[in-house]
């Protein structure tokens, strides 16, 4: 969460943004952290609303950044840019599908070897998950 709250932060100095917190209510304390955060300010939760509520705003959106999610493929399919982070699942099977999807594999791995479990949360370089969110906004 301290990550993400420092790419909002980081982006938000670039170009003013809202970002919309999708996770569902077992998300809730985690999302509570964000909103708390001085970046909450930016931030809208949408930890309580149905999936159709949600689609358009989804599809209002310029662009997605987001760990393997169903919203992050949702994203893709109503043509957002997307930066998404396979931590634990493989992006051969669920990334390379669209256009509009960026990857992001844990350091020490790549396209090819991230797998299920292969527990790379840990393992991805903020730097890098930085760089290419200014490079997808721009």
Same mark, same amino acid.
């Given at each position: ?6 790419? #909002?932060?980081?982006? %938000? ?8 917190? /999708?996770?569902? &209510? +077992?998300?809730?304390? @985690? ?31 310029? #662009?997605?950044?987001? %760990? ?8 893709? /399919?109503?043509? &957002? +840019?997307?930066?998404? @982070? ?53």
């Amino acid at each position: 969460v301290e990550n993400y709250i420092n790419l #909002f932060e980081n982006i %938000n100095k670039k170009k003013p943004c809202k970002f919309f917190l /999708a996770g569902g &209510l +077992k998300d809730q304390e @985690l999302i509570n952290k964000i909103l708390k955060s001085p970046i909450g300010i930016n931030c809208v939760s949408l930890s309580k609303m149905t999936i159709e509520e949600i689609l358009p705003i989804i599809g209002a959106c310029n #662009f997605c950044i987001s %760990n393997d999610t169903g919203f992050a493929h949702i994203s893709s /399919a109503l043509d &957002l +840019k997307c930066l998404i @982070l396979f931590m634990d699942s493989p992006p051969l099977a669920y990334g390379v599908y669209s256009k509009n999807i960026s990857i992001i594999v844990p350091e020490g791995e790549s396209v090819e070897s991230t797998k299920h479990k292969t527990r790379g949360k840990d393992l991805i370089s903020f730097a890098e998950v930085l760089k290419k969110s200014i490079e997808l906004i721009s």
